[in-house]
């Protein structure tokens, strides 16, 4: 079976700034968005997460490749310099492609 591909943008960051992110995703108009609590270790050592301000969060994406560049840029440009944040793009096959 053959399936359409489509964008995955995955970020990982600071839990608070999930109100902003959602205004952005907003703004953007993304069709939809998963946010999920993240814990793990990276260059800032171990986050542990409890859904406050000090833990992480996952935010995930599907669109297209279009506006997950565009909102890329958007993140990079407004929160990497003062945040702890990751980000990056995956091509991912999709069912239901009407929903992306």
């Known amino acids: 079976?053959?399936?359409?591909?489509?964008?995955?943008?995955?970020?990982?960051?600071?839990?608070?700034?999930?109100?902003?992110l959602v205004k952005d995703l907003e703004a953007f108009e993304v069709p939809g968005w998963t946010i999920s609590d993240a814990r793990?270790?990276?260059?800032?050592?171990?986050?542990?997460?409890?859904?406050?301000?000090?833990?992480n969060i996952r935010v995930e994406v599907i669109?297209?490749?279009?506006?997950?560049?565009?909102?890329?840029?958007?993140?990079?440009?407004?929160?990497?310099?003062d945040f702890a944040i990751i980000c990056f793009l995956s091509e991912v096959q999709i069912l239901r492609e009407e929903k992306f």
Do not use: F
């Open 1 to 20: 079976m053959t399936l359409p591909t489509r964008t995955l943008l995955t970020l990982i960051g600071e839990a608070a700034l999930e109100s902003k």
């Open 40 to 55: 793990g270790r990276g260059s800032r050592g171990v986050r542990r997460s409890a859904w406050d301000n000090e833990g």
């Open 63 to 81: 669109c297209n490749t279009e506006l997950a560049q565009r909102l890329l840029a958007h993140i990079r440009n407004q929160y990497h310099r």
